[in-house]
């Protein structure tokens, strides 16, 4: 049964050792189990995305104890209006039973807009007889923003649905708990994201043929392949971004593309799967320097998002592996999507919305290995909830202001040619993906001051001056897609165009 909310400060129990505070905003809250079903059943359109949700809270030890239906309007104000503004910003708080010194808690909230966010607890007070109780037991406190990123009026009115839920401030909160002790990994702490990468994504050079390299399951080559394939002629190197996997990443190439591509380097094809939470760009590289051959090799490239940075390491620097001499001959790098000035979503202020709209995208907008993208997100917010920003230095490389790119975006040079694939996103899907897109705008748009982003990452960013020699990159090495295109960051690889350009550039 529903109970209701009066907008008062004072907590209101729901029952069971939980409990809301929602001063300023009145509606009703209704207490359940939840679970998959009934979230399917309020969002009915986006099955696929969030049963890939489920799938990866399941694998990363994620159980929903219970889920919080939602239902929030302004209190009235004295004499009449509204308490606040619908675009104020404000908090509710959320107490939930404490699940024991072994476990962790997190909340993820649907809001009516389609926004997927991960909500961390308040750190517990360092004695736990002065944590303030509701019964016997003690208690976690979420809170969460209750204005929700809502899209303007779209054209059609009040008869438009304006909600994925059907209704305007409607919202549903998972409340989460999983153990703080991994049977595999060992205990979630800074080391965490680094020792999870190392079973879920280790590193790997691999072969990628058109008849693989949309799957998990490779063919690796043996040192004296790798060194019959240099001796042939160059290389083609794919390496993807954060959270990704090569066939996570480049999946959605089609596959004639792919088979030209191969055609035209006579099978040398290879992609590189690398750890992007717990490792830096530059550590990446050096594992890749260590393991090529010998003689040398010429490589072209091709990135996306964070794998920039890699390639750059490559065609740029000396890696820091002692005396390895450099044995990567870079001719050309196409950056797609890549942080070549960094993204504010990776300061430390919005390190979780980065990772709140790359949740929303996946989920609401389903492509590739989505459930293995999303365990690494989910990875990720479990080290932040623990240990803050430690231990993710692979994040952390692509902040503007960080130590990473300062000495990237120095004075230096590469002798290969670099070119440049960038959108600037705005919604044009319809219906409910197209409020949930409309909503996920209006929110990095805030972040990055209005400025042209793919989702993700800054338009401009990606070839325009940052410091180094070799950039702004010129309009003939790049290709820009515009707002009305609808191309975003996670869905680059399936426009042709994008196909046109590597085959125009690469060979």
Partial sequence: MATALN???????????YALRTPGWRGSADLHTGGAATTRS???????????????????RVDEVRQVEL??????APGGGTARAATTSSEIELEVPHAGDDYGQLVLSIDDAGALRWHLPEADPPDPRLSTTRGAGRVKRFRIPADTEQPPEPPGGAGTQRSVFGVVGRRLLKVLVYPLTDPIVGAVTEAFARQWESQKRPYRLRKFTPADYQGADATLPSAEELAALAAAGPVLLFIHGTFSTAHGGFGDLPPE????????YGGRVLAFDHPTLGVDPRANADWLVQRLPPGGIELDIVSHSRGGLVARVLAETQCSSGSTPAVAKVRRVVFVAAPNNGTLLADPDHIVNM??????LL??????????MLEAL???VKVIGHGGLKGLDGLASMRPDGRFLGTLNGPGSSAGDYFAIAANYSPTDKGL????????????????????????????GVFQKNGNARFPLADSQRLVFAPADGVMHTTLFRHPRVSDRLLAWLG
């Fill in 7 to 17: 907008g008062s400060s004072q907590p209101v129990s729901l029952g069971l050792g």
């Fill in 42 to 60: 309020a969002m009915r359109g986006l099955d696929d995305g969030m049963n890939a949700l489920e799938r990866a809270l399941r694998e990363t």
């Fill in 71 to 76: 239902v929030l309007q302004p209190s009235p």
């Fill in 257 to 264: 593309t792919m088979v030209r591509l191969h055609e035209r």
């Fill in 355 to 360: 990772i709140d709209r790359l949740t929303t």
């Fill in 363 to 372: 989920a609401l907008f389903p492509t590739g290995p989505v459930t293995e």
């Fill in 378 to 380: 989910i990875t990720a």
């Fill in 433 to 460: 993906r197209g409020l949930v897109a409309q909503g996920a705008d209006l929110a990095v748009d805030r972040v990055f001051g209005n400025a042209a982003n793919d989702l993700v990452v800054p338009t401009d």
